[in-house]
Each structure stands twice: as structure tokens, then as C-alpha cells.
T-cell receptor, first 110, second 113 residues
Framework: SNSVKQTGQITVSEGASVTMNCTYT??????LFWYVEYPSKPLQLLQRETMENSKNFGGGNIKDKNSPIVKYSVQVSDSAVYYCRSLWECSGAGSYQLTFGKGTKLSVIP | DAGVTQSPTHLIKTRGQQVTLRCSPK?????VSWYQQALGQGPQFIFQ???????QRGNFPDRFSGHQFPNYSSELNVNALLLGDSALYLC????????????FGDGTRLSIL
């Protein structure tokens, strides 16, 4: 079955750049969404990636089964949990599968 | 512009009871999805409602059911509650189904004793 995997936790210093991976296993190419969860805040959409726009974000290519998100010059306020969510079109009209990864907890230290 | 609102914020139930959670979508949205998020885990898709019908369903038992009203608001019902149902229940709304961006509410924290 289709699945999404993310790195569990990343700790970096303020001002650094960080890459968070979203590795998926599937027979096709899903639409991927990145969401961020700040403490005590609802999930917020960061970006949406498809085969058509895959070269526009994060430096990754959705065909490589990994679609990372890159944040440059991170600040302490970027500390949050970053989730990758995939949508796979299934056989059958209008049928699809939605799957979230377990999230990457980013901790930025001053 | 009101975002996605969920009620109640917190709820405590005992095993075997039934619970109803409510969600009002973001203004202009017509599709509502429900997710279950256990502590330290990513959200798991329960089901999605569009045009007052369940259109997609994740791997959840029939104890989980829902409803969508003509004003697009939605309810999630869980029967015969188990300890394992303790989680944060998230509602997300979107304009249309498929690969549309979803907007999330703050969630309802359900605790089963």
C-alpha cells in the first residue's frame, strides 16, 4: 500500500538551512502537501507539489519518490512539527487515498 | 473570515459511550474531512463528506460515522467508545474534493476513561 515517511526530529542552530524529507512508496506519483503545526495552533498549509510543479519547491523532484522541503536561515520561531501529506488517485472514478506522515519535529536553538 | 471551527474543545467519555463532534467549515468551503491524531503521530484520515454524502473513507471501523448538513457543516459520531479512541480529532475543509488544499480546525481532544 502507499505510505509516507518522514525524519522524526531535526535540531539546528538559528541561521542554518534545513532540509526535511518526505519519502513515499507508491506505484504512481501523488500530490504532496506540506503542513506546519506550531504549538497550540492548527495545521497550516505550506505548499502543494505535483508532477507539474515539482521543480519549483524544495529542490526535489517528485519522480524521485522524495519531495523535501527546504527552509533557509531558520529562526527560533520556525520550531514546529512539519507534516507531509499525500493524495493518491486510485482506480475508479473519483477515488483517492489520503495519507499523512508522522511529521518531522524541527527544533531551532538560538 | 471565520476559519474552521470545531466543538467542543475537550471531551471526556467512558468506554462504551457514544460521542458526537461538530465542525463548521471555512466560509466558502463545501467539503469536510475528518482525521484522528494520536499523541506523537500524524493525522489519520477517517472520511470525507461532499454534497452531504461520504465520498472517501480511510481504514476505520463502522463505529465511526458522520453526516454533512446542507450548510456544509459536519458531525463525526463514534459509537461503543474504546480506550484506543482517545485522540485529537481534526476537521479540515476545502473547496471541492481531490487534491485541493485543506484548512484545519483546532481539533477536539477526546479522552476515554
Amino acid at each position: 500500500s502507499n505510505s509516507v515517511k518522514q525524519t522524526g526530529q531535526i535540531t539546528v542552530s538559528e541561521g542554518a538551512s534545513v532540509t526535511m524529507n518526505c519519502t513515499y512508496t507508491s506505484t504512481g506519483y501523488p500530490t504532496l502537501f506540506w503542513y506546519v503545526e506550531y504549538p497550540s495552533k492548527p495545521l497550516q498549509l505550506l505548499q502543494r507539489e505535483t508532477m507539474e510543479n515539482s521543480k519549483n519547491f524544495g529542490g526535489g523532484n517528485i519522480k524521485d519518490k522524495n519531495s523535501p522541503i527546504v527552509k533557509y536561515s531558520v529562526q527560533v520561531s520556525d520550531s514546529a512539527v512539519y507534516y507531509c501529506r499525500s493524495l493518491w488517485e486510485c482506480s475508479g472514478a473519483g477515488s483517492y487515498q489520503l495519507t499523512f506522515g508522522k511529521g518531522t519535529k524541527l527544533s531551532v536553538i538560538p | 473570515d471565520a476559519g474552521v471551527t470545531q466543538s467542543p474543545t475537550h471531551l471526556i467519555k467512558t468506554r462504551g459511550q457514544q460521542v458526537t463532534l461538530r465542525c463548521s467549515p471555512k466560509s466558502g468551503h463545501d467539503t469536510v474531512s475528518w482525521y484522528q491524531q494520536a499523541l506523537g503521530q500524524g493525522p489519520q484520515f477517517i472520511f470525507q463528506y461532499y454534497e452531504e454524502e461520504e465520498r472517501q473513507r480511510g481504514n476505520f471501523p463502522d463505529r465511526f460515522s458522520g453526516h454533512q448538513f446542507p450548510n456544509y457543516s459536519s458531525e463525526l459520531n463514534v459509537n461503543a467508545l474504546l480506550l484506543g479512541d482517545s485522540a485529537l480529532y481534526l476537521c479540515a475543509s476545502s473547496l471541492g474534493r481531490g487534491d485541493q488544499p485543506q484548512h484545519f480546525g483546532d481539533g477536539t481532544r477526546l479522552s476515554i476513561l
